[in-house]
Structure formats: C-alpha cells, structure tokens
C-alpha cells in the first residue's frame, strides 16, 4: 500500500532552492517546500503509473516494483528520494535487511519524458554519507554524483538537489557513488526511464514495457543482512531483489508487442534467456540501437554495469520460463563448500548416522534436484535452494527465474495473473508405455579414429577419472 510520509520543517517557499544549486544541501527552513516522499513496502508488481501531469508517455511495468509520482512545480517535475534502511521481502518467507529508497530495495522507477527538466530531492536517513550517480545520463558535472569529485557527500540527516534536463531517451540507472562497495551490496539502485518526446525512428511503440535490475546479494541461512565484504562468491542471485519464486511473472495478452528493460548493477554477466519466442536487442544505455545492427536471439549476455532493451512479438501462447542461463543463478542460498557426491551409495553409512542423529538426511547422491522434494527443516528466514510449484509439480529453480505468460484471453493493459497454462490436448510431453527396442549398438573398424598423431607413451592399465569440484569458488565468472 502507497503511504506519505512528511518530512520536518517549517513554512518558506520552493524559491528557497534555486534552480542552480549543483547539487547544494537544503536548509532546514526551505524543507516545507519538498515534494511529500512518497513510499512503497510491499513487494508486488504496481501498475503503471500513468501520468496526470506533464507530457503523455506509455508508462513501464517494475517487476516486483512501482514507480515513484511526482509533482510539477512551475515546469519542473520534482522527485523526492529518501535513502534508508529499508526490510525487503525476497520471497514468501524470507525477509533481508538491506538500504534502499523509499521503503523498497530496488528504488522506486523515475520516468520522465524526454526535454523534461527534473529536480530530484535526496533526503539521506543513513548512518553516513551517500549521493546518488545518475548512470548513462548526460548531465551538468556537478549532478553526476561522484562524492569528492562531483559534489560533496550528502550528511546523514541532510538532504540534497539534483536538477538537470532529461536530454536522450533511453534506459538508465541510479546508485551511490559513495561507499559503493557497501551501500551497492546491501541494494541501494534503481531503475530510469526517459521516454521519447514524439515519435522516434529507432524506437517503436509497444504495448506492454517491462523493467528490473539484476542485483546479487551473500545472506547466510538464518541471517538477514548482506555480507559486504563478498567479492564473488553470492548466494542469492536476484531480479529486483527478489527471487523465485519470488518474482511475479510478466503477464502479456497474445500478439502484444512487449519490451524487456533488463539493467545488471550485480558484480558479473548474465546471459537472460527466454523461452518460446525471439528478441530484437533494441537499445542499450547508450540508447537505442541502428535498426542495422539488430538480429533476433534468445538469449542476451548482460555485462556488469549494462543494460539491454529487448523487444518481442508474444505470438505464443503459453507459460514460458524466462530466466539467467548461468545454471548456479538459478538456485537460492547455495553453499560453495558443499561436495559432490553423485553416484556414492550413502545406504549403510545413513543407517549409522541416524542411530546419533534421527533427523540426518541424505544429499545429492541423485542430484541436487531431490531437494526439492524433500521436508527438511530450514534455518528461520532462509530461502530453500530450489522451490516453487509449477502445474505438473516441484519446478526446481530459485535466483533468477520467471515466467512470460501469454494468453489470448488476457485484457488489453491487465496485468493478473491468470494462473496456469490450459494446454491443448496433445501438446504436452507423455510418458511411452510401449515395449523399448533393443539398442543397436555402432560397430567400426578397430584402427579408426586413432588420432592425428600417434602417443609418445600410454598408460600401463586404463584409468578411471575421478571428477573433483576445483577448490577455489567462482573465481572465474
């Protein structure tokens, strides 16, 4: 539910805050004159927020997110942004204590159309200095965020102006520039969108505009709060901090023209998949791309610090997974020193085990998918690794995973789910009953395939390769 908050002051006028202030903080007497912060707790999917003031614009969906409103004050679109600690809910049941904007982590989006002048209000109720960068805008120096570089850090308790014309359309971002590291890590970022001020050649209308970050973030089972510190080794890979199945689905009527704003503030790649249907890259944060470079895929490679507009033509019907291809960014609460043990009969060993420890359970003898069928009690507030439920039982997926569902029968702009795929009879995948032939085994000549070359020297007896998890982590991704 939206909620107003109001900020300590006393009466004066916005002419207390000149339009040139790079950057400067505001008086205890001018801060009447701020827009009321306006704040968001719960983690759904907000409707668009279509625009009452102002020039018209298709407005974009936040997955798991809202868009922040404004007010116009002689010309000018005012924001207010309140950067605090904030409780976010990363999926049913689990809860993470991290910094964010207006009671969410990631921000709240800001849209605004292109030739806009925008003044944006950050009020800082950290325990020490932040500012916030405006990524991929082009902007006076002194707005673009840099702390000791750009503009002072902005005090605890203070509260700063950004102000700056909106001069490209396109995709950006939003983060600190100040104990990055830190103030990043516990999900501090948000999304922005400046839309075209008339119809643009490179920039085609669609019907439904989707958009979330791709954050990351290292919670041990039963704790709540980030660790800062990790370099490389996450465990919770997330979509707008949150992960499945966690995150809503992106719901689309059938023959929609659909756009995917995908921003990656997290500390590696992900190569974003999607199911079922074929995408146009059509803008980056540098703006949208020539029409000559474009080619359908199925997948796009998101680098750190990048983001990737992705359109498509939903021409088929289905629930379809839309997800990261890296294999382990789709997994929650993963344990790095877990090991490997495929294919080792754990039968009598169990049995011992249990006789000490009645509630001793067996791991990954199988694979690490009967774990999602197990009952095995969790921490408090931890997520389990693989969870949710599809139509046909147990999906197996965490991190960053979704579902694009596409339906004939969806209203133009509804957003709800319609719950589950119905599919045509024949269309789903059965299980053959009949007798199995026997396989043919492929004869060839001994001295084929001996190689290019002959060896210098061979093994007196084969050997049996034994597959060890290199020690280390993930260093390499």
Known sequence: MLSRRKMLGTSASIGAITAAAAAATVSKVAMAALPEPVIQTKPDTMPPLVPNTGRPYNPVVTLNGWTLPWRMNNGVKEFHLVAEPVVREMSPGFKAHLWGYNGQSPGPTIEVVEG???????????????????????????????????????????????????????????HPHADEMVQMAMGMMGFWITHPKQKHPLIDEVDRDFCFLL??????????????MTMLDFNL??????????????????????????????????????????????????????????????????????????????????????????????????????????GVDHSGVARQITKLIPDYMVMGERGMKDMTEMEMPLPDNTAAMMTGTGPFGAVGMGGMFSVVKVR??????????????????????????????????????????????????????????????????????
């Open 116 to 174: 806009d002048r925008v003044r944006i209000f950050v009020t800082n109720k950290l325990g020490e200095l932040t500012s916030i960068h405006w990524h991929g805008q082009r902007l006076p120096n002194g707005m673009d965020g840099v702390t000791g570089l750009n503009q002072p850090g902005i005090p605890p308790g203070k509260t700063y102006v950004y102000e700056f014309v909106a001069r490209r359309p396109g995709t950006f971002m939003y």
């Open 237 to 342: 890979w997330s979509w707008n901090s949150r992960i499945f199945p966690g995150i809503d689905p992106l719901v689309v009527r059938h023959m929609d023209r659909v756009r995917i704003r995908v921003g990656n503030l997290t500390m590696t790649n992900h190569p974003i998949h999607l199911h079922g249907h074929e995408f146009l890259i059509t803008g980056t944060d540098g703006g949208p791309t020539p029409k000559s470079t474009r080619q359908y895929e199925v997948t796009a490679d998101i680098a750190v610090g990048q983001m990737r507009q992705m359109d498509f033509l939903a021409d088929e019907e289905g629930d379809w997974a839309f997800h990261c291809h890296k294999s382990h960014h789709t997994m929650n609460a993963m344990g790095h020193d877990v090991p490997t043990m495929i």
């Open 408 to 477: 004939k029968d969806q209203k133009r702009g509804d957003y709800k789910d319609p719950g589950w795929y119905q599919h045509p009879p024949g269309t789903v995948a059965y299980e053959f009953t009949g007798a199995l032939p026997a396989p043919a085994r492929f004869k060839a000549d001994a001295s084929a395939g001996t190689g290019s070359m002959p060896a210098m020297a061979k093994p007196a007896k084969d050997v049996e390769v034994r597959v060890r998890k290199p020690a280390g982590g993930h260093s390499g991704h």
């Open 215 to 228: 954050n990351a973030y290292d919670i041990e089972p039963g704790s709540a709060t980030p660790k800062i």
